[in-house]
Nanobody, 126 residues
Framework: QVQLVESGGGSVQAGGSLRLSCAASRYTYSIYYMGWFRQAPGNEREGVATIYTPTGTTYYADSVKGRFTISQDNAKNTLYLQMNSLKPEDTAMYYC???????????????????WGQGTQVTVSS
């Protein structure tokens, strides 16, 4: 099955930047949807940004529009999330997710995503 491994999390001050990476391996040809989700303690997991990989169409949560950018490098089977102008409320565990052709994952909902990474922590201090 598809395996996802995130990296790039860390601690940063408000206003700073981080770039998350998600390396996909095994059966990557079957992936049509990829995304980034986050979950803060006590909160439900929420969608941050997703991409329909065949066309590169992207979707963003209102809270991150204009600050975060999702992108893909097909040659490296890697998904990125460039996060700029970080705020303390961006603090969370960030997860990479993927779904296959024919599946119908939520555009910015964690429902329907088949594969998940282990997560990478992002902490933004004020």
């Amino acid at each position: 099955q598809v395996q996802l491994v995130e990296s790039g999390g860390g601690s940063v001050q408000a206003g700073g930047s981080l770039r998350l990476s998600c390396a996909a391996s095994r059966y990557t040809y079957s992936i049509y949807y990829m995304g980034w989700f986050r979950q803060a303690p006590g909160n439900e997991r929420e969608g941050v940004a997703t991409i329909y990989t065949p066309t590169g169409t992207t979707y963003y949560a209102d809270s991150v529009k204009g600050r975060f950018t999702i992108s893909q490098d097909n040659a490296k089977n890697t998904l990125y999330l460039q996060m700029n102008s970080l705020k303390p409320e961006d603090t969370a565990m960030y997860y990479c997710a993927a779904a296959r052709r024919g599946e119908a994952p939520g555009i910015l909902s964690p429902r329907g995503w088949t594969y998940w990474g282990q997560g990478t922590q992002v902490t933004v201090s004020s």
